[in-house]
């Protein structure tokens, strides 16, 4: 059964960090694209960031987070982390991580096995 699980969400203030965790099962890890979604109600989903498949280093951030959010991945866990430095109020949203077997840029609908999201929080 594939499964991917979202983790590590809570409150932050401005300026500080959260490092939110996708553990995934079920799937062949390395074939898949895994990339990071944010929603904020009454909003469409976005994009947030991806890494490659396999061993690559191609990874894709939204304007918006460059330089503050880092994707990265652990392969023997099963695991992608996407580390948010420098929160702002902007970030506030429940993030979602997904696979993709073509690449980082496909469209939503090409992502598969959606997990429950995790909130983040940017409050003063």
């Known amino acids: 059964q594939v499964q991917l699980v979202e983790s590590g969400g809570g409150e932050v203030q401005p300026g500080g960090s959260l490092k939110l965790s996708c553990a995934t099962s079920g799937f062949t890890f390395r074939l898949y694209y895994i990339g990071w979604f944010r929603q904020v109600p009454g909003q469409e989903r976005e994009p947030v960031a991806c890494i490659t498949n396999s061993d690559g280093d191609t990874y894709y951030y939204r304007d918006s987070v460059k330089g503050r959010f880092t994707i990265s991945k652990d392969n023997a866990k099963r695991t992608v982390y996407l580390q948010m430095d420098n929160v702002v109020h902007e970030d506030s949203a429940r993030y979602y991580c997904?696979?993709?077997?073509?690449?980082?840029?496909?469209?939503?609908?090409?992502?598969?096995?959606w997990g429950q999201g995790t909130q983040v929080t940017v409050s003063s």
């Open positions: 997904a696979r993709a077997r073509t690449r980082c840029t496909a469209p939503q609908y090409e992502y598969e096995d």
